[in-house]
């Protein structure tokens, strides 16, 4: 078990630009979720999967973001048109059911 | 959204003392999480509570949710600088997210 892995660390893009960032969550868990924190607040949350199917979706979620589970194991989050104000850390987590989630190192997302 | 507020949002202490941090709310939530996480990393899970007024503790943490499952807190006995850290509290309910509080960061000074 080597945890949940978020790749790239982080990220430095042009206003403009597309990201996408990816999450290897543990392979035993069936949920997955994609939080947002600014510095000096707690996360927000933006989607979460159940296998394949995402379930859920956050207000927080512009259309210019886009997540995606495929086959229930990897997910990755795409923020398209990055604005300045999508600076953040992204943060991915797993669970197996409803117990406590396990959270990755995260991806820090600065646009400029 | 349901919102948990923590208290206090900063705290700087010795070494040896102790503390309490709180996480309060309006809503009634069916678990409560506590996280700590340091800098430049993910939170992650000390503790989850799921009965009204139960207590759990973990070396020298103790963590109590209370009666009517609003609010919780987590104290912490003879602070040592390895607790340095970002304390965050969660709520869930029978839905499939958690939500996170303003978190508390705790400075203990050598």
């Known amino acids: 078990d080597t945890g949940v892995s978020q790749n790239p660390r982080h990220k430095i893009t042009k206003r403009g630009q597309n990201v996408t960032f990816r999450c290897d969550p543990i392979s035993e868990h069936n949920r997955l979720y994609w939080y947002r924190q600014t510095l000096g607040q707690g996360p927000e949350f933006l989607t979460y999967f159940q296998n394949e199917a995402q379930l859920e979706k956050s207000r927080l979620l512009s259309d210019r973001f886009s997540a995606e589970r495929p086959k229930g194991s990897f997910s990755t989050l795409e923020i398209q048109r990055t604005e300045q104000g999508d600076s953040a850390m992204y943060l991915c987590?797993?669970?197996?059911?409803?117990?406590?989630?396990?959270f990755g190192s995260g991806t820090r997302l600065t646009v400029v | 959204t349901q919102l948990l507020e923590q208290s206090p949002q900063f705290l700087s202490i010795q070494e040896g003392e102790n503390l309490t941090v709180y996480c309060n709310s309006s809503s009634v939530f069916s678990s409560l999480q506590w996280y700590r996480q340091e800098p430049g990393e993910g939170p992650v899970l000390l503790v989850t509570?799921?009965?009204?007024?139960e207590v759990k503790k973990l070396k020298r943490l103790t963590f109590q949710f209370g009666d009517a499952r609003k609010d919780s807190s987590l104290h912490i006995t003879a602070a040592q600088p390895g607790d340095t850290g970002l304390y965050l509290c969660?709520?869930?309910?029978?839905?499939?997210?958690?939500?996170f509080g303003t978190g508390t960061s705790l400075t203990v000074i050598p």
């Open positions: 509570v799921v009965t009204g007024g």
């Open positions: 987590a797993s669970s197996f059911a409803n117990y406590g989630y396990t």
């Open positions: 969660a709520g869930g309910n029978t839905g499939n997210q958690f939500y």
